[in-house]
């Protein structure tokens, strides 16, 4: 009673100064997805989620992960905005399988919103590591080339992570230690680019305070469904303070 009471005791000219703070419009929730923007989501497995390569059907094309997730609640969230989702994940691809298919995966589609998650095959994939130096150096130009070619995208990095599950809980020290080369390096690239950077790992360590890591990644790489869940909700985390 007493804070209806305040309310009705502010003059009538303060009050709708008031009101956004109150109750956010739908029109000024996550303004970077502007109106019949594309998105445009670009990694590994994880990613890829078991993607249809062909066809139009959202169940089938944006896979069974975080991006068919985010997918899902951008598009009910903001229906009215006439997004689009694109899914271009390929299991098993490092930053040299990128720079192959870029062009056509990604520069060709010309995203508006552009999410890159890559590095766990860069660290893990037997007979194929990708040095650290390799690794960044790759990104590196993968970034230029992008933002020379797209001056207007907004793109989203996001760090490769390993969890102590499967065959790497054993050696969850030293397969940590080498990811975190490639963490670093996608942390040096979102600050010399100015980008946002989605940190999986954190999200990630956090969890496993709650739960098991098996709980949220079944082999130390590939989420469960609670794992994708988790990491749309730190992508939109951090997409949300974007504007």
Request: charged share 20%; hydrophobic share 45%.
């Amino acid at each position: 009673m007493k804070i209806l009471r305040a309310l009705f005791a502010i003059p009538a000219i303060i009050l709708p100064l008031l009101l956004p703070a109150l109750r956010a419009t739908p029109d000024a929730a996550l303004p970077v997805f502007k109106t019949g923007a594309t998105i445009l989501f670009v990694g590994d497995s994880i990613t890829d989620g078991g993607r249809a390569r062909k066809g139009s059907d959202y169940n089938h094309t944006m896979g069974q992960g975080y991006a068919f997730i985010l997918a899902a609640q951008l598009g009910n969230r903001l229906a009215e905005r006439n997004l689009t989702f694109i899914n271009r994940g390929i299991s098993g691809n490092r930053v040299p399988e990128f720079q192959s298919r870029w062009q056509t995966d990604v520069l060709d589609l010309k995203p508006d919103v552009l999410s890159i998650l890559v590095g766990i095959n860069d660290t893990t994939r037997a007979n194929m590591v990708t040095t650290p130096e390799e690794f960044e150096r790759g990104y590196d130009q993968l970034l230029a080339d992008t933002l020379k070619a797209l001056p207007g995208v907004r793109i989203i990095l996001c760090e490769p992570f390993v969890l102590p599950a499967g065959k790497f809980k054993a050696v969850f020290p030293a397969v940590r230690a080498e990811v975190q080369k490639r963490q670093d390096a996608v942390a040096r690239l979102a600050a010399k680019y100015k980008l946002p950077l989605v940190r999986f790992q954190q999200t990630y360590d956090d969890a496993c305070k709650r739960a098991p890591a098996e709980h949220w990644c079944w082999d130390g790489i590939h989420p469960h469904y609670a794992g994708h869940a988790l990491m749309a909700d730190a992508w939109l985390q951090t997409v949300a303070a974007l504007r």
